[in-house]
């Protein structure tokens, strides 16, 4: 298969990818045919997959005008992924336009769209950078001059964790994140969970050990456990269309489920 002119090169063609595989099940136009053959075999198992997916984009707006609302003006998104519709910075600068972004991913494809819509805003940034490495990220978000630690930030892990092995310690890996963040910061995270699931989304999981980016779902006191040292607001951390539906496509009756939990914690 020939490299699209979009495609980073050196980009290995061959092997699927979250991120790209994230933007073809939200409907977008930057993914290789080895990311839709892996989306068909997901979908042949678990049908729902991608409204599952447009549920947790769904919450990332919510979440980002919830902080927006708390008087968050600063927002570290890791696993930022490829820029699609109601991307953080727009969210957030439609609110309040002073908002400024630093996005961080790890995938080449990721970076390459993000810096192209993000040339000419002052206000946002791009990084790659993996999460694994959570000082530098601390680090080099700050060297952005976009954020500053000393006032309230948003931190974003939005179906990210879950591609962190127990091995790489994302508990701690987490905290690393939010033990500089001062008083009034926030953490938003969904995180998929094997508990209370059906059969085939625990099949699904197990179908992406064989990707080079496998899921590894967690239970809800093992994700409630990253929000240590800040309160989770209402509802706490629920399946993700339960928190704080705004439409009626967040929500359905009854409620749909979602393999994921969201949740939002406030520092101090
Ligand atoms: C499913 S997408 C989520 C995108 C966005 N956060 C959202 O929820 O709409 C997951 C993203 O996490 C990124 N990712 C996975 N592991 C990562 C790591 N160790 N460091 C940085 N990014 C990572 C992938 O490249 C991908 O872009």
Redesign the pocket.
Known sequence: MDRPGWAPEGIDLTRP???R??DYF?GGAHNFAVDRELARQIVAITPSVGEA?RA??SF?RRAVRYLAGQGIRQFL??????P?VGNVHEVAQQDAPDSRVVY????PV?VAHSRAILQGNERAAVLQ????EPERIVTEAQQTGLIDFTEPVGL?L???LH??SDADDPAGIVACLRDPLPARSHLAV?HVTYENQPPEILQAYELSKHTP?PIIPRSHAEIAAYFDGSTLVEPGLVDIPLWRPDTPDDLDEPPRRSNALAGIGRKG
């Open positions: 990818s979250s991120a595989l994230y939200l997916m947790n984009r990332l998104d890791i696993g930022s992924g490829i699609t961080v991913d790890r995938d990721a950078l993996d999460l694994r974003l939005i179906t990210v591609f962190i969904t980016e």
